[in-house]
């Protein structure tokens, strides 16, 4: 039975978790498992593995590295005592040679023994701090997913992996500037304080209205856009590298962990 977003507003991570792993839920998580850490996704042949954690490592801000599986297994056993990435994301793209071939809601049958996958830090995880602040989140109070956007911002290549920065986009109470950029730096595993704020042509966004991935969002009177790094850069650096298959996150339908907003994520040793 379908669930809807309001009804798993409620729920704790667990409930969240397996109501998507059921299927029951394939829709955004923005403002869903309060306190707990979301993350974005990326799975790749290990062959691509080094190259693509070392693009990590040089942009942390649009890719805060958070979980890595070891090769060959589905489970992300530093984020959570029973997370299977074949499951637990609403939906997934499935990229062929850099190009998207279709979205589904399990991988199961994609899986195979040579794969790796990536958790990388999400803005979601400081969405809940900014409400307990009164700072209103206008894609949450009307059930739509962030506005996501190109920009002309470089990312720094490693291997075939390279391209623009993507960012995300929240329109914020000019007056409320300050505080929202000190709340959202304390969370540097999920891109901390934004990249930018004001005019979106300084960083080659021509119109607000026509994002890449997302739903538009209104910024109003009294209001500034502002714009923080975001997980979905990886997908744009995927366009460039075309590896014969690639899997992430659907924008805005995140995988979500079991842990703790605030903290701190531990050293990652995987074992490509």
């Known amino acids: 039975m379908a669930t809807s977003f309001e009804q798993l507003r409620q729920d704790n991570q667990f409930g969240v978790r397996a109501k998507i792993r059921s299927g029951a839920y394939c829709d ?6 309060n306190g707990f850490l979301q993350a974005n996704l990326v799975i790749l042949d290990q062959s691509y593995a ?34 299977d990435i074949r499951s637990d994301v609403p939906s997934y793209h499935i990229y062929r040679h850099g190009v998207l071939d279709r979205t589904v809601s399990d991988i199961t049958d994609l899986w195979n023994d040579q794969m ?3 958790a990388l830090g999400c803005s979601f995880t400081f969405e809940h701090a900014l409400i307990r602040a009164g700072i209103p989140v206008w894609h949450i109070d009307n059930d739509r997913t962030v506005p996501m956007f190109k920009t002309n ?23 409320k500037l300050d505080m929202v ?11 901390g304080a934004p990249v930018h704020w004001g005019d979106p042509a300084d960083i080659g966004i021509a119109d607000l209205n026509a994002p890449d991935w997302g739903d538009a969002a209104p910024v109003g009177d009294g209001e500034i856009a502002v714009f923080w790094a975001c997980g979905v850069t990886p997908q744009a650096a995927i366009l460039h590298a075309k590896p014969p298959i690639s899997i992430t996150h659907k924008p805005g339908q995140m995988l979500i962990t079991d842990v703790a907003e605030d903290a701190e994520i531990p050293i990652i040793n995987p074992a490509f």
Request: charged share 15%.
């Open 28 to 33: 955004h998580t923005s403002g869903l498992a």
């Open 50 to 83: 080094l190259d693509f954690m070392r693009f990590c490592q040089r942009n942390p801000k649009p890719c805060p590295l958070v979980g890595v599986t070891d090769t060959g297994s589905p489970y992300m056993r530093t984020l959570g005592a029973d997370i």
């Open 116 to 118: 790796v996958g990536f």
């Open 153 to 175: 911002i470089k990312t720094i290549e490693s291997g075939p992996f390279s391209g623009p920065m993507v960012v995300s986009m929240r329109a914020i109470q000019i007056d």
């Open 181 to 191: 950029r000190a709340i959202s730096s304390n969370f540097p595993m999920a891109h």
